[in-house]
C-alpha cells in the first residue's frame, strides 16, 4: 500500500525520511522479486564474486550493495559497536572475528537485473572457498585496499580467477584511508598481476578530503550524498580535475584499442569515439579477460558502490556470454559436450553441486544451473553415484536465510534439501546423460594437529562435528593414525584448525584438545633406482607369482607432490589385466615413507618388464610384487624429506624493519622484496612452514601490536640436512625402529 501510495503521488524518495525510505525500498524489492519466478531473461542476469585479500573490504562492500538494491534496510559494520555484524557474516564466530569464514550467497535486483553475489573469505587457511565460488561464477570484482595494493592473498586470487577463466573488475576501496594512493595501486595491477588495467574513475580528493569520483568516461563528477550515501548527484568536473580527466581517458582508450580491434580501428584512423564506443570495447574486451577495468571508491563511507553496481551490469558477463561444457565419457577418449543456456526446459537439466553445508533442516547443497529447468518435485541423477533424488525442497539463498522457490533455469544459483553427494558432483534431469562437469581444484592439507574431545562422554558430538566437517570442507581431513594411537586433523593453517575446534565446542558442545602443529612433510629420492623383485609363494592350492622389473625415479621440481605410473612393458610378459595391481600396490606404498612415515610424492614409477605364471598370476599377487619392489627402493634408494614453503608477507611499521628482517632470516626465511612507503614497511619472504609456528605473537610483542603478516602456500623444497636428521630421528624413537640416518640421507 505504501508503495502504491509513493507511486501514485509521484512523491520524490529524496523527500522521505529515512525510515519510510527503508519501508519503501525494502516493500519495493519484495514486490519486484515476486515477478523472478517468471525468470528473468539470460541478459537481465549477473553471476559475481567478491574477492580480494584479508580486510580489503570484501563483506563491507557486499552490505552496501545488499543497501542501495533494497535487499536489506539497514547497514551493520564487520567489527560494529552494536554486535549486529554485517548480513553475510551470518556466523557467530565470523562476527565475533570479524572475519568471513565460510562463502554466503544472496541475490538482489538492481535496475531490472538479477545478481546473484557470493561473498568470499580473504584468509588463504579458506581458499576453497574461493575455489568453490569462481568454479561456478561469471564474473568476479576483485577488490584491493588503497593503502595496501596487491598482497599476497591477491595473487593467490587472481591465480584462481586464471585457473577457471573468470572475467573480473577491480575495485580500489579504502579511499579514506591515511596513505591511499590509487595511483601505485593501478601499477601494482599491471606489474604484479600483469592485467591490461586502466581507471574509468577519479578520486576527488584522497584520505579524509575525498569527497567524491570523477566518471572518465561519461566525463561527469559522482558526488554520494544523504544519509547513507544513496543520493547519487551529477555534476560537473573540477576545474583543476578537467585536464587530468581528458588524460586518463585517451590513457583508457589507448589500453583498449590494443586489445579491441573494433576501437583501434577508430583510433588509428582518428575517428570520433562516442561513449557508447568506449562502453562496448570495455565490454568485450572484459569478457575476453583482456582488459580490466579499474573503479575507486570507500565502501565504508558509502561512496563509489552504486557506480560498481552499474558496472557489473554493463561489462560483466551474463550466463549467456560464458561457454561452459560438460565431459562425456565414450570408449576410449573424453569428448567436450556445450551446454545451452537458454532459460527454459528445451534441454534436459545439468547441475553442479559446488558446495555441501550441514544445517538446521539437514544437509543443504548449493548448486549452480548450467542448462534446463528444474522444477520442485523433479527427478535428479548423480553421474558419479547413479543414484536416483527427488528434489524436495528448492530454496535461494540469502546469507543464511531462505527463501523457497518453484523453478529455477540455467544461470542460477540455488540450493537443495535432503540430497545425499559431494562437493564437485554432476547432476542431471536424464539418466541416459553421462555427463560431467569438470570439478574444481582443492588444494592439499600443510598442517596437521592431534585432537581428541576434551571429555570422554562428548565422543558422539565429536564423530558428528568432525563427520560434518570434512564432508563440507575438502581441504578439512581426519584420520586415525595407528602408530601414534591418536586422531589428527589437517588443514590449511593453524587459523582453519583453531575455528574448527572452536566450531564443535560451540556447535555440537564438544570442547577438544588441540596437539602441537605438524607439518605435512614429504619424501622423495634423489636420483633413479632400479628394481627386480620376485613375488612368489606356495603354500598348497593356488600360488602367488608374479615378477616385476623397472625402474623409479625423482620427478622435476615443479612436481615434486604428485606420483606418476607409467606401463612400458612390451608383449605380453605381464598381461594388461594384472597392470592396475602393480598400479595400485605402488600408490599403497606411497602413503608412508621409510625415512619419516611421511608420504612419498615427486616420484614415477616405471614399469619396464617382468614375468608372469599361467596359473599362479593374479592382480593380488603383482599388487604384492609392487609392494616388494618398493620396499626394496626404500632400502637402496638415496632417499630426502621435502618440506612445504610458505610466501610471507610482513607489514609493520618502518622504525622495526630491522628486526623483522632479523626474525625471517632466524627461521631460515629468504628475504625477496621490501618496499616502504608513509612510514610503513611490506617485506615478502619464503620461509619453511615447520619455522612460522609462534611467529605471530613474536612479531607483534617486537613491534608493539603494530605487525602483521599474511602467509600462503608456494611449494614443496628440500629440507636443511640438520632439519632432515631431527626428523628421521623423531620417527626412529616413534618407531623403535633404528634407521642409519647417514646412509639414508
Known amino acids: 500500500m505504501f508503495v502504491v501510495m509513493v507511486l501514485k503521488h509521484n512523491i520524490s524518495l529524496n523527500t522521505l525520511p529515512l525510515s519510510h525510505l527503508y519501508a519503501f525500498k525494502k516493500s519495493r524489492f519484495l514486490a519486484s522479486f515476486a515477478k523472478y519466478a517468471e525468470h528473468k531473461p539470460l541478459e537481465k542476469i549477473r553471476n559475481i564474486g567478491i574477492s580480494a585479500h584479508i580486510d580489503s573490504g570484501k563483506t563491507t562492500l557486499t552490505e552496501r550493495i545488499l543497501f542501495y538494491t533494497g535487499r536489506i534496510s539497514e547497514m551493520h559494520e564487520v567489527k560494529g559497536k552494536d554486535n549486529v555484524g554485517a548480513t553475510m557474516d551470518s556466523m557467530e564466530l565470523e562476527r565475533q572475528r570479524g572475519i568471513t569464514i565460510q562463502s554466503a550467497a544472496t541475490y538482489t535486483l538492481w535496475k531490472d537485473h538479477n545478481i546473484n553475489i557470493i561473498d568470499t573469505p580473504g584468509h588463504v587457511d579458506f581458499t576453497v572457498e574461493v575455489e568453490r565460488a569462481l568454479r ?60 591490461n588495467a586502466a581507471f574509468l574513475q577519479l578520486p576527488i580528493g584522497l584520505e579524509g578530503n575525498n569527497k567524491g569520483i570523477v566518471d572518465i568516461v561519461s566525463q561527469k563528477a559522482l558526488y554520494f550524498e544523504g544519509n547513507c550515501g544513496e543520493i547519487v548527484r551529477e555534476d560537473g568536473i573540477p576545474t583543476n580535475m578537467r585536464t587530468e580527466a581528458q588524460d586518463r581517458k585517451q590513457e583508457l582508450i589507448e589500453h583498449l584499442s590494443n586489445v579491441d580491434d573494433k576501437i583501434g580501428e577508430m583510433y588509428l584512423n582518428e575517428m570520433q569515439i562516442q561513449e557508447k564506443d568506449i562502453k562496448d570495447a570495455i565490454r568485450r574486451s572484459c569478457i575476453k579477460r583482456a582488459f580490466t577495468p579499474v573503479l575507486l571508491g570507500t565502501a565504508l563511507k558509502n561512496r563509489g558502490v552504486q557506480p560498481l553496481l552499474d558496472a557489473v551490469l554493463e561489462y560483466l558477463p551474463n550466463p549467456g556470454e560464458i561457454k561452459n561444457y560438460a565431459l562425456k565419457e565414450n570408449e576410449n577418449e573424453t569428448s567436450k559436450v556445450f551446454l545451452q543456456s537458454e532459460r527454459n526446459d528445451k534441454h534436459p537439466f545439468v547441475g553442479l553441486a559446488f558446495k555441501l553445508e550441514a544445517g538446521k533442516f539437514g544437509q543443504l547443497t548449493y548448486f549452480r ?16 553415484t547413479k543414484k536416483k533424488v527427488r528434489v524436495q525442497r528448492l530454496v535461494r539463498l ?8 518453484t523453478d529455477v533455469y540455467a544461470g542460477d544459483i540455488f540450493a537443495l534439501f535432503g540430497i545425499d553427494c559431494a562437493s564437485g558432483d554432476t547432476f542431471v534431469s536424464n539418466s541416459s546423460l553421462e555427463l560431467s562437469m569438470e570439478s574444481m581444484h582443492v588444494p592439499d592439507p600443510v598442517v596437521s594437529m592431534s585432537i581428541g574431545p576434551k571429555h570422554s562422554k562428548d565422543r558422539d558430538n565429536f564423530a558428528k562435528g568432525i563427520s560434518r566437517f570434512t564432508k563440507e570442507d575438502p581441504t578439512f581431513r581426519f584420520e586415525y593414525n595407528t602408530d601414534s594411537k591418536e586422531s589428527v586433523v589437517s588443514g590449511m593453517g593453524e587459523l582453519h584448525l583453531e575455528i574448527y575446534a572452536q566450531r564443535l565446542e560451540r556447535e555440537y558442545n564438544c570442547p577438544v584438545i588441540l596437539g602441537k602443529p605438524k607439518v605435512s612433510f614429504r619424501e622423495t629420492l634423489r636420483q633413479p633406482c632400479e628394481f627386480d623383485y620376485l613375488h612368489k609363494k606356495q603354500s598348497g592350492g593356488a ?43 605402488f600408490k599403497f606404498m606411497c602413503e608412508k615413507g621409510y625415512l619419516s612415515g611421511h608420504k612419498v610424492a615427486g616420484v614415477k614409477f616405471r614399469l619396464i618388464d617382468g614375468m608372469s605364471h599361467c596359473v599362479d598370476s593374479s592382480e593380488f599377487a603383482f599388487f604384492q610384487a609392487a609392494q616388494g619392489a618398493m620396499r626394496d627402493v626404500f632400502e637402496q634408494g638415496s632417499w630426502q624429506i621435502l618440506e612445504p614453503i610458505m610466501v610471507v608477507e610482513v607489514s609493520a611499521p618502518l622504525e622495526f624493519q630491522g628486526i623483522v628482517v632479523a626474525q625471517i632470516t632466524k627461521r631460515n626465511g629468504i628475504i625477496n622484496d621490501t618496499d616502504a612507503s608513509e612510514g610503513w614497511f611490506t617485506l615478502n619472504a619464503e620461509v619453511p612452514l615447520n619455522e612460522m609456528f609462534g611467529y605471530i605473537g613474536e612479531l607483534r610483542s617486537t613491534t ?9 602456500y608456494s611449494r614443496y623444497s628440500p629440507c636443511l640436512p640438520a632439519i632432515e636428521e631431527q626428523i628421521i630421528r623423531d620417527y626412529q624413537m616413534s618407531q623403535n625402529t633404528p634407521v642409519n640416518v647417514q646412509k639414508k640421507a
Open 704 to 712: 608493539e601490536g603494530k605487525g602483521e603478516y599474511t602467509m600462503e
Open 543 to 585: 600360488g602367488q607369482y608374479a615378477r616385476v622389473i623397472g625402474i623409479i625415479e625423482p620427478l622435476p621440481s615443479n612436481k615434486n607432490t604428485i606420483i606418476e605410473f607409467k606401463d612400458e612393458t612390451v608383449g605380453a610378459n605381464i598381461p594388461k589385466q594384472f597392470i592396475p595391481g602393480v598400479e595400485k600396490g
Open 369 to 384: 544451473c548450467y542448462q534446463g529447468r528444474l522444477s520442485k518435485g523433479d527427478n535428479l541423477f548423480n553421474t558419479r
Open 136 to 195: 561456478v561464477l561469471d564474473g568476479a570484482i576483485l577488490v584491493l585496499c588503497a593503502v595496501g595494493g596487491v598482497q599476497s592473498q591477491t595473487m593467490t586470487v587472481n591465480r584462481q580467477m586464471k585457473r577457471y577463466n573468470v572475467p573480473c573488475l577491480a575495485f580500489i576501496n579504502k579511499l579514506d584511508r591515511m596513505g591511499a594512493n590509487h595511483k601505485k595501486v593501478i601499477e601494482q595491477l599491471r606489474n604484479k598481476l600483469y592485467h
Open 398 to 405: 540469502h546469507a543464511n536465510q531462505m527463501e523457497d522457490v
